[in-house]
């Protein structure tokens, strides 16, 4: 199982960019995708997941600003991430695993991840 991310760039204060995840290697059904994303110096944080049959779940930092989507016949997932903030500034990760877990928010939950993609935002 491989996960590619990709989206990330400089962007301004206030902008949006939309990062995807592209799933290979399995089938896409019942498989949970998430992303994670580390700041500098910062641990790792949630934040959103989604999975067939589930609402998606955010992190709180992130709620009303973000968006995860999936579509299945690409097996791809992508985060739309709108009034970007300095703070969101990190490297972004996908992560995967087969069955939904309620402790989606926990990376140590998921076996797959994909490198990251570094978003910067500028003021």
């Known amino acids: 199982v491989q996960l590619q991310a990709s989206g990330g760039g400089l962007v301004q204060s206030g902008g949006s960019l939309r990062l995807s995840c592209a799933v290979s290697g399995t089938t896409f059904s019942n498989f949970a995708i998430a992303w994670f994303r580390q700041a500098p110096g910062k641990e790792r944080e949630f934040v959103s997941a989604?999975?067939?049959?589930?609402?998606?779940y955010y992190g709180n930092s992130v709620k009303g600003r973000f968006t995860i989507s999936k579509d299945t016949a690409k097996k791809e997932v992508y985060l739309q991430m709108n009034s970007l903030k300095r703070e969101d500034t990190a490297v972004y990760h996908c992560?995967?695993?087969?069955?939904?877990?309620?402790?989606?928010?926990?990376?140590?939950?998921?076996?797959?991840w994909g490198q990251g993609t570094l978003v910067t935002v500028s003021s």
């Open positions: 992560a995967g695993r087969h069955g939904w877990t309620i402790r989606f928010g926990a990376e140590n939950e998921y076996v797959y």
């Open positions: 989604i999975s067939s049959g589930k609402p998606a």
